[in-house]
């Protein structure tokens, strides 16, 4: 039968099909997220996204060969992963004062776009040798992510933001 890998081949229609509906994934994923962050607070909210993307990454590993629950899954992927995104973007201004709040934001950036370029190395290289390690590598990943997060010393939620270092 057919398996998973990472051999690229020419895309069809279905495949912008299945492209659509993961994009379309990011409106609940931000929507749910900002509901989230005002009711339970942004460390929960993070904490809480973290370990549900952890979850569904874990579905990966009992790949299916069937296009609809692969497309179900990375839906959800991407809907957590957008809602972190903003989280985190709402977050980490909130945690720091005035004079380092764009240090706190750019840091945070920065780290996402190094991530963002070891993504394709991962997802293309790794995959071929090994896809439970390519998936092995994000499952680790957010699951440290989820201890950081429920770790952070400050919840933000209702808290002033500060102007100064003090």
Partial sequence: ??????QCHPLKTSD???LLWTTLAEFPGIMISLLLIEKIG??????LE???????????????TQK????AILFLARALGSGLFQ????????????VLRSVGVGSCSGVARFGAMLTPYIAQVLMRQSFQGAVGVYVLSTL??????????IET???EMRDNKG
């Fill in 42 to 47: 942004r460390k929960k909210t993070m904490a």
């Fill in 144 to 153: 440290v992510a989820t201890v950081c997060c429920v770790l952070l010393p």
């Fill in 157 to 159: 939620r209702g808290r």
């Fill in 68 to 71: 609809s629950v692969v497309t």
């Fill in 50 to 64: 973290f370990l549900f993307f952890t979850i569904t990454l874990c579905l990966l590993f009992n790949c299916s």
């Fill in 16 to 18: 912008y099909n299945h």
């Fill in 87 to 98: 989280v985190a973007y709402v977050y980490t201004p909130e945690v720091y004062p005035t």
């Fill in 1 to 6: 039968g057919e398996t998973c890998s990472a």
